[in-house]
């Protein structure tokens, strides 16, 4: 297990309330994860900044009826096969798909993959989820 390491935090007493009450509604049973995730958070956000090697999930929410979408989105994919690792198609209903992009690698990569995904033509709702490789936030 890693080493624990403490030190003293000082917070305007409002401050630490509206954390307190945040973190409680969010589940968390003590104050030092809620931090830990905190920085994690932080971390990340660094890494995908600094265009270190990231990695993240792209969610796609598009009806397959649309003209040529299915193909654009399969071009799409094939020009960035380095970025992506998997994608998982479900069948929603009769109309509507849900597409998970699982990808890695510099992250204006997979944010211009997202890109170029998000903004086609019948595609209803996009999201990434910005994620790590998991070497900076032990
Ligand atoms: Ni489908």
Redesign the pocket.
Known sequence: MAKLIRFGVSFEKELFTHFDRRIKEKGYTNRSEAIRDLIRNDLVDAEWQSGKEVAGAITLVYD?HHRDLLNRLMDIQHDYHANILSTQ?V?LDHHN?LEVVVAKGDPQGVQDLYGKLKSLKGVKHASIAMSTMGKTVA
């Open positions: 397959h198609h069948h798909c």
